[in-house]
C-alpha cells in the first residue's frame, strides 16, 4: 500500500511541474554582459519584443513592405514611453509566456512605485543602465535613478530623439524593451 501511495504521490508531482516555455530566439545572439537575470530569459524577452513590434507594424501599416524593427521601434518608442501604446494589440501570445516568466524574477519589479514597475536598482537594469553607449541617456536616467524618480513618461522625448542608438547599442535596446514594453504589461490582464 506504501509503495502504491508513493507512485500515486510521485504521478501528482510530475504532472502539478508546469513544461518550461519554449524559446524561439536562441539561435541569436543578445551580445550584453549583464548578470541578475537568466541570459536566455533576457535573450527571449529582447527578441520577443522585437518581434512583437515589427509584426505590428506590418500588421497596422500595409505599405510597408519589409520587416524593420529599427522603423517599428521608432514608431512605437514615444508611445511607449508615455504608456499609451496599444499593448493588447501588440503583444504575441509568446511574449505573455515571456512576461510570466519574467514576473517570477521579483528583484526586476518595484510594485511599490507609483511611477514605474521595473527595479532600477536591480542587478540586471542597472547593468543594462551603465552600459548605454549614449552619455546623455544613460546620464539622465542615472540621474533620476539616484534620487528615485525614475519614470519613463519622463524620457518618452529624449527616446524619441535618440532611438537611432537603440539600433547599434544593445544594452540600451534592451533596456527599452524593459523599460517601455515589459513594465506596462506588467499590470495588463490578459
Not at 505573455?96 to 521579483?106: G, M, Q, R, S, V
Not at 535618440?162 to 506596462?184: H, M, P, R
Request: charged share 25%.
Amino acid at each position: 500500500m506504501k509503495k502504491i501511495f508513493l507512485l500515486l504521490i510521485s504521478i501528482l508531482a510530475l504532472g502539478a511541474c508546469k513544461e518550461p516555455i519554449e524559446y524561439k530566439y536562441q539561435d541569436r545572439e543578445l551580445g550584453i554582459e549583464c548578470t541578475g537575470l537568466d541570459s536566455k530569459l533576457a535573450q527571449e524577452a529582447y527578441y520577443s519584443f522585437r518581434n512583437d513590434l515589427a509584426e505590428y507594424t506590418m500588421k497596422n501599416m500595409v505599405e510597408i513592405d519589409y520587416h524593420n524593427y529599427p522603423f517599428s521601434l521608432a514608431l512605437f518608442v514615444f508611445k511607449g514611453a508615455e504608456g499609451t501604446a496599444d499593448y493588447k494589440d501588440i503583444v504575441s501570445p509568446h511574449t505573455i509566456k515571456i512576461l510570466n516568466e519574467l514576473k517570477k524574477e521579483t528583484q526586476l519589479w518595484d510594485l511599490q512605485s507609483d511611477k514605474s514597475n521595473l527595479n532600477y536598482h536591480s542587478e540586471f537594469i542597472n547593468c543594462l543602465i551603465e552600459g548605454i553607449q549614449n552619455d546623455e541617456v544613460k546620464q539622465a536616467i542615472v540621474s533620476f535613478r539616484e534620487v528615485n524618480s525614475q519614470n519613463p513618461k519622463s524620457f518618452a522625448e529624449l527616446y524619441r530623439t535618440s532611438i537611432v542608438d537603440a539600433d547599434k547599442d544593445l544594452n540600451f535596446a534592451t533596456f527599452l524593451a524593459f523599460e517601455i514594453y515589459y513594465q506596462y504589461l506588467y499590470d495588463l490582464e490578459f
